[in-house]
């Protein structure tokens, strides 16, 4: 699967030939400078809660790629009201098989008020399934919770998951280490870390934490694409 990385918690994935992008925040990101927000592919934007920094781009690019919004129902509605008629709206625990794969939307412990202070429904993680060696778990913003052991059970091919690593507002990188053993990921992208103050962390040691478990912790440059 190839992974771009567009900062802070924003990334593509492309699966089975379709292009998921995750949590658009661009425009306002000072440490994002070098993408262009209006060259951004995008066949699906999945959005993992309300907050400005996981919503902020999704109307500038939602209207020129046409993308299906998928989110939970207090967050598609938001942005149906706003011209935005796309959208796929899910909740916590319902599943959906689109034409890339399947998303399962999974708990995340959180908060998730929308920009203008509409309510944006409970804070989600996904767990995209495009076959065997195509799956990953995407986090959101969460704490460690226990509901993460619950993964492996809904998905017993993964391995790869995509977690926030800052603290703070989030897991830091203790807890996500943690949070990888229990969704028994081995390969982890690291997101959510460095934007503001409050989140600026250690790579170093963080490689290490991640590394004491036998996890290897992917730290891509924004703008850079890897293969997952
Ligand atoms: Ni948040
Ligand atoms: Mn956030």
Not at 34 to 46: F, G, T
Not at 69 to 78: K, Q
Not at 93 to 118: I, Y
Request: aromatic share 10%; charged share 20%; with cysteine.
């Amino acid at each position: 699967m190839q992974f771009t990385y567009y900062g802070h918690a924003c990334f593509s994935v492309v699966v089975n030939g379709k292009t998921l992008l995750f949590d658009p925040f661009i425009t306002y990101n000072e440490l994002a400078k070098s993408i262009h927000v209006d060259e951004i592919p995008a066949d699906y934007i999945l959005l993992s809660h309300g907050h400005e920094d996981h919503v902020a781009d999704v109307k500038r690019i939602a209207e020129r790629t046409k993308a299906k919004i998928v989110s939970n129902f207090e967050i598609v509605t938001w942005f149906q009201k706003q011209g935005l008629e796309n959208g796929h709206p899910m909740n916590t625990g319902g599943k959906w098989t689109f034409d890339f794969g399947t998303v399962k939307c999974v708990v995340a412990q959180h908060s998730s008020v929308l920009p203008d202070g509409t309510n944006g429904g409970n804070p989600m993680g996904f767990i995209i399934d495009g076959g065997e060696g195509k799956a990953f778990y995407y986090a959101g913003d969460t704490a460690l919770t226990m509901d993460m052991k619950l993964i492996p059970h809904f998905c017993p091919h993964l391995t790869t998951a995509l977690l926030p690593i800052g603290d703070n507002f989030t897991m830091g990188m203790d807890d996500a280490a943690l949070a990888a053993e229990f969704c028994g990921a081995r390969k982890v992208v690291g997101l959510h870390y460095d934007t503001f103050g409050y989140i600026k962390i250690d790579h170093n040691k963080a490689k290490v934490t991640f590394g004491e478990k036998e996890i290897e912790l992917l730290l891509p440059s924004i703008g850079e694409t890897i293969e997952l």
